[in-house]
């Protein structure tokens, strides 16, 4: 669904690399060429691409959890359907993100151990819980509309496989946020009752979900490197502000109100929204979300449980292979 | 405000199809509890497929019958508003998941019935339920091909998934007989060409059970005991426990557009 801004400065080692191939990799990246998994890369590129893909992979299959938990009591069975389909989605994007990933000469498992040893991160997002039909809603309408806000500049990220992968993510994600939307649409035109959930998914939703573009750009660790190298094309807050000029008109048309009581348009035409509680943000990246723990026990239960099930099919795959090798012989 | 269960006309054609319709919801909706919590990646999307091939079956079968009754009923109401005894589905298909070899089992004796069963149907009188089988058969197809790929791997692959292959096909095998039974309804149906007879597919059923088990080095049991009760609204203690899950938005806010 969403990769955040997370990652930390990778500059020392790029000291020992060639000098004359850094420049002349620099110069690909100005002249806007897609780098491809054989090329030669800076280690640091190398590192930072993995880690951000990683994050995002593991965003999407943690992401399943909360939006999963409707699945089994989806209030139709069209919604039923949707919402099955779209977690489906999720787990495609975080599929085929792995795979970018191991582009880059990374494992999937080793990533994904990384995931539940908690030694690497995904969107702040998702520990968060999912408390009513609203949220489900409010979900497919901000989050992956801020998803969108984030991905369709790496539609153009200078790393090929990633680029392509988001080109196709983001076809998706946009109708997840139409359906998002559609949600939020029948429960604002519904009844009192559907018109209080949908506000109250809003006001829970609409600060964690600002705070999905990282940290303010004067905080920010790592822009540099990654906007030299065109992995990142926009900063943190030009993207915020972006997302916030587009969804305030929606949140009018809805008839819902952002909680946001300092909230003013300028003179440009921008809503000026008040400021983000990075504190909550920082105890959320530190594990001390609503749902953290729950998360990752999850990931961690599905993960222990399925042990035998993928012992067991290497196991018989190597068996086959015997078998074939046994009969070749023959 | 319609809070209480709905009443449902059965005629022999609504009940012959409410029974399709509901053993594809609840099995579906089984398959659906995987889904973010599967052994790996691969198979939270295909049970997520499966059961969304599955609850659109469903969907197209909760309509049909809701039409033929004729009455003020649609898919929702049909799937949100019965309570248990009302349901009509298989035993078979509301047992728990248990673990992904159990999940797998109840996959593979019901595709392999599905599979015959809607290529069969195809032909019958009632154009909506041969068009609804034509498009269920190729989903059956696919459904069986995955189950027993996986059967075999289990079967074949370690000593416990040997043993959590056999115990899930032990403990399931009970639940299978129910697939063939026919009341005298449905009977008039068979009579009619409208429905197709069960007891013709046992044998094939029955061959490609054994081939597949027998390749994944596992046996039948002996015991061909059978429980029944599913179709006429004598269920397991479970499908209470997935209705009060499935339909506590529809009971909780009745009557609302969501």
Known sequence: ?330 | MPVANIQVSETPLVLYTLRRADDALILGHRLSEWCGHAPMLEEDMALSNIALDLIGQARELYSYAAKVEGKDNDEDKLAYLRDVRQYRNLLLVEQPNGDFAQTLVRQFFYSAFADLYWRAMMTSRDATLAAIAAKSEKESAYHLRHASEWLIRLGDGTDESHARAQAAIDHLWAFTGEMFDVDEGERALINAGIAIDPGLLRGRWLQTISDVVSEATLVLPQNNWMQQGGRTGRHSEHLGHLLSELQSMQRTFPGLTW
Request: proline share 4%; with cysteine; glycine share 6%.
């Open chain 1, 1 to 330: 669904m969403y990769t955040q801004a997370l990652n930390t400065a990778e500059t020392d080692d790029r000291g020992l690399e060639d000098a004359a191939k850094a420049a002349q990799f620099q110069a690909r990246i100005d002249a806007e060429e897609r780098i491809e998994s054989n090329d030669w890369m800076p280690a640091a590129y190398r590192k930072t691409l993995t880690r951000q893909i990683s994050q995002h992979a593991h965003s999407e299959v943690v992401g399943m959890l909360p939006e999963g938990n409707w699945i089994t009591r989806a209030p139709t069975l069209r919604r039923k359907a949707a919402l099955l389909a779209k977690v489906q989605d999720e787990c495609g994007h975080g599929l085929y993100l792995y795979a970018a990933a191991e582009t880059l000469g990374a494992s999937r498992e080793e990533l994904v151990d990384a995931m539940l040893a908690g030694k690497a991160k995904y969107s702040s997002i998702f520990n968060y819980p999912t408390l009513t039909w609203a949220d489900i809603g409010t979900i497919g309408w901000l989050v992956d509309g801020a998803a969108i806000m984030n991905q369709i500049p790496l539609c153009r990220c200078s790393y090929g496989p990633y680029a392509r992968a988001m080109i196709r993510v983001c076809k998706e994600e946009s109708f997840h946020q139409r359906q998002g939307y559609e949600i939020m649409l029948t429960l604002c035109r519904g009844s009192d009752e559907q018109k209080a959930m949908a506000q109250d998914a809003l006001n829970r939703w609409w600060w964690p979900v600002l705070m999905m573009f990282g940290p303010p750009d004067a905080a920010s660790q790592h822009s540099d490197t990654s906007t030299k190298w065109k992995i990142k094309r926009f900063s943190n807050d030009e993207l915020r502000q972006k997302f916030v000029d587009a969804t305030v008109p929606q949140a009018q048309y809805l008839g819902l109100t952002i909680p946001d009581p300092g909230m003013t348009q300028d003179a440009d035409g921008h809503w000026r929204y008040s400021e983000i509680d990075w504190a909550e943000f920082k105890q959320v990246l530190a594990g001390n979300g609503p749902c953290n723990r729950d998360r990752i026990a999850a990931r961690r239960k599905a993960h222990a449980e399925g042990a035998w099930v993928r012992e067991a099919a290497a196991a018989y795959a190597a068996k086959r292979a015997q078998r074939q090798t046994a009969q070749a012989a023959e």
